[in-house]
């Protein structure tokens, strides 16, 4: 008698686009407001106005001494102040430091805390500690990848999703209360780390609640709202923008405020119940399902095989064709006297645990790891290398962030309209292609422009072409990862792209220290960087209509029959499988 239960098919039975699926969906994509809320806020928290040193003393700047005929003019600059003195003809020119602070042009004589840096002073020599702050965040990002990915294996996708979401809300808020830089920077770091956990539970948890089909799209749906998400960043600081940071703080806590009540909204993954032998919570899911989508529960378990012993136990264990051996088979199928399936055997027959040092093991999928990280690094520091430096360009700063952000819906409807038709790998080298040759084409403009403006204009479009693509390439990648690694290990991998690419975000915020060394140097960096991600894609497996592998074995066959394989599905070949698949 076979125990595979196709959870596919479950959710085919149930309706791909049903009530219960629709509900799931909507909450964990409106989470991904927080995750873009508390991690590019900090565009206008750490914003660096016009600055200078402020006035040594009230009144002209230059005295004069009848006494001793001497005439004495300061210039107030940066960083430094110069004081010139005409000593009957001699004139003696010295420098010195800003001793009586900075004034900034933007804020008032008495408006000095409306972002981080003219609060705590971060310009001259501590102009560094601003950029830090981001880096900070990345750092942060990269340690919760690491850890809350695994937690989320072990003990759960929801427990450590609600903890993040909720940690990172509690986080946020008090971060507006801080009274210096120190606890600033502590509180970026672990506002990066569970932030990090919440967004990459909601990639998984979506990705595991749809069939291979339409997976997909939810991608593209999460992209639609990250990108809604940094949109209403603008609208909400130009609201504060004359009060100060920590008003603007407090109102993007606020906004993360109803993951407080998360709990009761979402289920478990139905799927990493079932690897796991957690029967009787899948069964309760699937009831759930069932009444809210008005479907016949009987008719659902016969569809998927989800099977043994209904109606004595109203238990069943759904595995893997390959994980079953007679005696496992066996043992489902023993049930003790009180009527149950016997729970050693449940726990026996679920999927085997991963960890990371099984990754490193297998050769083909550590091989596909090391390309996937360097995408993800490449995708980081040229996103946010783009997207943290919008408020330094030329124009108004919430119009440049605003542009920034509403440029990534074309790339949603590019992605929405390639990945399922052509495959996540055509797309994500057809991504990667257009931002590297977009970037150096906007290179060599700026670099030549010469004070031409038709260049310079020119320049700044191929940027957003840019960062369009990168935005797609993001996405497209956030999509592909995890689908590249079996149940019980496709959150350590995902985490660990996810913390590889920390590295980038930490390069990132200095990326326009760089550009005032050599203007040329950032976009050459990365347009190169893509044009090596584009050409090492080849050597990973497409995912695209394919069963999500449960197993390290099967994935291995999986690795060896399809790299360099770029299937390119029209809509009516993908439109069909569907309908085989409902018909089945």
Known sequence: MSTYVDVDQIWLSLGQWGSYQRRQLIV???????????????VFLGYRPQYECKEIHVGNSTTSSDMFNQTVSRQYEKCTIKTVLNDTGAITVSETGCTNGWKYHDYGPFSTDRSVVSEWDLVCERKELAEVSQTLVMLGQGIGAFIFTSLSDRYGRKVVHITCHVTLFGIALATAFVPNFSSFAVMRVLTGAFQQGTGLTIAILNLELLPKGIRGYVEVFGLLFWTTGIAIITPVSYIFRNMSWRYLQICLACLSSWALIEWWLIDESLRWLIANGRIKEAK???????????KDYDEIVSASGFRAYEMQSGIVLEVRKEDVTPETESGLLTRAENGTVNTTNQKDASTKAYTA??????????????????????NSSTYYGIMLISSSLAGDRFLNFFLGSIVEYPAA???????????????????????????????????????????????????LIGKFAITGSFSTIFLYTPELYPTNMRNVGIGMSSAAARIGGMLAPFSRNLAETALWAPGLVFGIMCAIVSVSMFWVPETNQYELPQTLEECERWYKDNRFKIPCVSRRETERTESDQQIS
Request: proline share 1%; aromatic share 12%; glycine share 6%.
């Open 28 to 42: 964990l994509l409106l989470a991904i407001w927080s995750c873009g809320f508390h991690v590019l806020s900090i």
């Open 284 to 294: 309760a899911i699937i009831q759930k399902a069932c009444k809210r989508n008005n």
């Open 357 to 378: 040092i099984d990754l490193i093991k297998s050769k083909r999928l550590f091989l596909t790891s090391i390309i996937m990280w360097f995408a993800w690094i490449t």
């Open 413 to 463: 409807f590019m992605e929405w309209s390639m990945i399922n038709r052509y495959g996540r790998k055509p797309t994500a080298i057809a991504f990667h292609s257009i931002c590297g040759v977009a970037l150096i084409t906007a290179t060599v403009l700026t670099t030549t422009a010469n004070g031409n403006s038709a260049m310079i204009l020119g320049s700044t479009v191929f940027t």
